[in-house]
């Protein structure tokens, strides 16, 4: 084996990406069976329940998700009466973005089934491992954002 070939599965980006496929894929089913939701709109509607009033760029940004999968998404949640969208008083050409009341009582409702998920996950993992891994992520994340 040459040094210029590419293990995939020993390939951080590659197990980063397929780590989060499995856990995003397995959580989904917890919201997308019973709210019908997809994964695109359940990290908008995360955001929206911390940070009301946003733009689709900021929840673009917040999520890391790509500008058309989120407009996708905040189009759809729009249609199925979760998102209101108004034009900032400000800047006509800005939309401001936030949970209907409908959305908010789905979101309230689905927090506590993701964070038990996250709990379980958690458990796998020694009181040490969880806060070494919070730390090598949060490592990570400021590497890539500073480069």
């Known amino acids: 084996m040459t040094?210029?070939?590419?293990l995939l599965e020993e390939f951080l980006p590659y197990k980063l990406s397929y780590l989060?496929?499995?856990?995003?894929?397995?959580?989904?089913?917890?919201?997308t069976e019973k709210?019908?939701?997809?994964?695109?709109?359940?990290?908008?509607?995360?955001?929206?329940g911390v940070s009301s009033g946003v733009s689709a760029g900021l929840v673009a940004e917040k999520t890391a998700m790509?500008?058309?999968?989120?407009?996708?998404?905040?189009n759809n949640m729009?249609?199925?009466?979760?998102?209101?969208?108004?034009?900032?008083?400000?800047?006509?050409?800005?939309?401001?973005?936030?949970?209907?009341?409908?959305?908010q009582e789905t979101y309230?409702?689905?927090?506590?089934?993701?964070?038990?998920y996250e709990n379980e996950i958690l458990q796998s993992l020694s009181k040490n491992e969880q806060e070494q891994l919070t730390n090598i992520l949060t490592k990570l994340t400021g590497y890539i954002r500073e480069k």
């Open 3 to 6: 040094k210029n070939t590419l």
């Open 20 to 31: 989060t496929n499995l856990i995003s894929s397995d959580l989904a089913k917890l919201y």
């Open 35 to 48: 709210f019908g939701i997809a994964h695109t709109e359940w990290r908008v509607m995360a955001v929206l």
């Open 66 to 74: 790509d500008k058309v999968a989120v407009s996708r998404a905040i």
């Open 78 to 103: 729009i249609k199925n009466g979760l998102v209101t969208r108004c034009f900032s008083d400000d800047d006509k050409r800005r939309s401001e973005l936030a949970l209907s009341e409908k959305g």
């Open 108 to 116: 309230k409702a689905i927090v506590p089934m993701v964070l038990k």
